[in-house]
T-cell receptor, first 108, second 117 residues
Framework: AQRVTQPEKLLSVFKGAPVELKCNYS??????LFWYVQYSRQRLQLLLR??SRESIKGFTADLNKGETSFHLKKPFAQEEDSAMYYC??????????FGPGTRLSVLP | GAGVSQTPSNKVTEKGKYVELRCDPI?????LYWYRQSLGQGPEFLIY????????DSGLPNDRFFAVRPEGSVSTLKIQRTERGDSAVYLC???????????????FGEGSRLTVL
């Protein structure tokens, strides 16, 4: 079965510190992975997708098939990065499976 | 419209009542998804439409839940004989086409918060 796990419910870091939000997945096949973000009082929205190999708002994520991971990283966290982050994959049925989410809190 | 619209934004009902939640997707989006999100959890897949047909309804928890999209645009999620455990935020999302490499982006509504007393 397809599954996405995010081991940390809450991650607190100080402004300017590096941040890594962990995501692991189980999927029999070639996965397509995404990070979605929900800022306070806003709707859930796409942050980045692994296929694009892009950096959005300073965040990057590398797909590691050997470790079945897709961790989200940023070298210098900003206060405006505080939000809920969800890792997700598209399964064979063409629907999205989301992880439980990690709340990132960037302290001043 | 500018984005995915969901109504009502809040619904309080009594156990056993019938509830309808509406989703108006972005114009031109052929794929429409319903998710349910309970407190402290990630979005849980319920059903996904491609056009008018339900391409995957494997996430519907039981036969009290039903969804339609008769004209391939607006969708209604219907819950019969509501139970307290149905209380959650129901999220609707749409995309240009189902999870393809070129799109792969879901556009979410603000959700309908359902409270069953």
């Amino acid at each position: 079965a397809q599954r996405v796990t995010q081991p940390e419910k809450l991650l607190s870091v100080f402004k300017g510190a590096p941040v890594e939000l962990k995501c692991n997945y189980s999927y029999s096949g070639s996965p397509e992975l995404f990070w979605y973000v929900q800022y306070s009082r806003q709707r859930l929205q796409l942050l980045l997708r692994h296929i694009s190999r892009e950096s959005i708002k300073g965040f990057t994520a590398d797909l590691n098939k050997g470790e079945t991971s897709f961790h989200l990283k940023k070298p210098f966290a900003q206060e405006e990065d505080s939000a809920m982050y969800y890792c997700a994959l598209i399964n064979y049925g063409q629907n999205f499976v989301f992880g439980p989410g990690t709340r990132l809190s960037v302290l001043p | 419209g500018a984005g995915v619209s969901q109504t009502p934004s809040n619904k309080v009902t009594e156990k056993g009542k019938y509830v309808e939640l509406r989703c108006d997707p972005i114009s031109g989006h052929t794929a429409l998804y319903w998710y349910r999100q309970s407190l402290g959890q990630g979005p849980e897949f319920l059903i996904y439409f491609q056009g008018t047909g339900a391409a995957d309804d494997s996430g519907l928890p039981n036969d009290r839940f039903f969804a339609v999209r008769p004209e391939g645009s607006v969708s209604t999620l219907k819950i019969q004989r509501t139970e307290r455990g149905d209380s959650a935020v129901y999220l609707c999302a749409s995309s240009l086409s189902p999870g393809t490499v070129n799109t792969g982006e879901l556009f979410f509504g603000e959700g309908s918060r359902l409270t069953v007393l």
